[in-house]
Nanobody, 118 residues
């Protein structure tokens, strides 16, 4: 069972930046897809960004050009750099790992709150 621990959430003003980190309890080299989902109050959990073992990335349209996902297999860590944050980015952000595809996560982190004030 892979455990994922997120960090880096917090409160930031609109236009600001945050970097989220997700560290796995074991090597992520064998895990094809890592990514980040988010869930705002009263809404469904949606995929924000994903990255494969080959470093192919995909992003939700709402964050393209503002967010960047990266992974460091040597550190078992995935990052989400979030720039030009907007109030609508406010949500709980969850790290996820999918052995086959990020759309089918096998493991979840506990979530970290990101709040963007206007």
């Amino acid at each position: 069972q892979v455990q994922l621990v997120e960090s880096g959430g917090g409160l930031v003003q609109a236009g600001g930046s945050l970097r989220l980190s997700c560290t796995a309890s074991e090597s992520i080299f064998s895990i094809n897809a890592m990514g980040w989902y988010r869930q705002a109050p009263g809404k469904q959990r949606d995929l924000v960004a994903g990255i494969t073992r080959e470093l192919r990335t995909n992003y939700a349209d709402s964050v393209k050009g503002r967010f960047t996902i990266s992974r460091d297999n040597a550190k078992n860590t995935v990052y989400l750099q979030m720039n030009s944050l907007k109030p609508e980015d406010t949500a709980v952000y969850y790290c996820a790992a999918g052995r086959i595809h990020i759309a089918i996560p096998n493991y979840w982190g506990q979530g970290t709150q990101v709040t963007v004030s206007s």
